[in-house]
């Protein structure tokens, strides 16, 4: 697993009717993009380490670079 600042995190559901999880990564702890990452939870705004595991995956969020005049 490979984040950057600003992706977004998704985790799945565990049960029947269990909707996913969605958080936005804050700061990337691991080299080279890899996990522990600081995320805030979009559902509740709460800010937590997490070591995704393999029901999680990262939605790279595209970056525009800027013009040059």
């Not at 890899?34 to 393999?54: C, E, I």
Request: proline residues 9%; without cysteine; glycine residues 10%.
């Amino acid at each position: 697993m490979n984040a950057n600042v600003g992706d977004r995190l998704v985790i799945s559901g565990h049960h029947v009717g269990e909707h996913e999880r969605e958080a936005q990564i804050l700061e990337v702890r691991g080299a080279a993009g890899a996990p522990p990452y600081l995320v805030r939870w979009v559902d509740d705004g709460h800010v937590s380490l997490v070591h995704p595991g393999p029901d999680a995956l990262v939605q790279h969020v595209e970056r525009t670079k800027p013009k040059s005049p």
